[in-house]
């Protein structure tokens, strides 16, 4: 799952970025409005953790903007605490969430499950597919009642897999959302890594399309 962090200051960013990485996610990080607003408008998210206090543009303006534009990316906002105009003012801007400063890194994780479950039509952590089941708080996916631990990058192809059930994925897409800027350069390792899980699921488990792209089904 790819997720952009939109805030200019440095601590808090690599707090969240850090987080965010060993939780399972590709991040992209912006420390700037007007780069935060191009982003968010041109490339494909699955989330945003946005600040409202930026330079150049502020966060607001940049959600409104996108709103506008009729994007659809589920945004968390970061406000300073006791500023419940600004909570306010986020969410009928069409924030999905808020989190006020400072705030424990467990809560913004959590938050950013509960909001990329429901923007997927998921109730719970543990997400089903088919005879598989997969645990966004370990990073780990159940196969017939024995839990099966994946490295950061196996998880973050699964992840987007039970997130998008039933949608034939481009191997640009998918490459984008593993890999992120450095996706460009990782020639065949797609076709290596979805090998990989084959040997753990079982071969049936992700399917291609030629063509088109790769996909997992609810039904066996």
């Known amino acids: ?54 330079p150049s543009l502020d966060g ?11 994007c659809t990316t589920p945004v968390i906002i970061l406000t300073v605490r006791d500023n419940w105009t600004e909570r306010v003012a986020g969410i009928n801007a069409g924030a999905d969430d808020y989190l006020t400063k400072p705030f424990v890194m467990e809560e913004l994780l ?19 597919l088919s005879s598989l089941l997969l645990d966004t708080r370990q990073q780990s996916l159940i196969i017939e009642d024995t839990t099966h631990l994946l490295t950061s990058l196996e998880y973050r192809l699964v992840s987007y897999f039970f997130h998008h059930q039933n949608r034939i994925i481009p191997g640009a897409e998918l490459l984008d959302h593993i890999y992120g800027d450095e996706s460009l350069s990782n020639g065949n390792a797609l076709e290596v ?28």
């Open 1 to 54: 799952m790819k997720i952009m962090v939109v805030e200019d200051e440095g601590i808090i960013a690599e707090d969240v970025i850090t987080s965010l990485q060993k939780s399972g996610y590709m991040v992209d990080h912006s420390t700037d409005g007007e780069d935060a607003w191009i982003r968010g408008d041109t490339e494909n998210y699955d989330a945003i953790v946005l600040d409202l206090g930026l």
């Open 60 to 70: 607001l303006t940049i959600l409104k903007r996108w709103r506008a534009a009729e």
């Open 110 to 128: 959590a938050r950013l499950r509960a909001v990329l479950r429901r923007s997927n039509g998921h109730s719970s952590d543990m997400i089903s």
């Open 193 to 220: 890594l979805v090998a990989r899980l084959r040997r753990k699921l079982g071969k049936e488990k992700i399917k291609t399309r030629r063509g088109q792209g790769y996909w997992m089904s609810d039904t066996d």
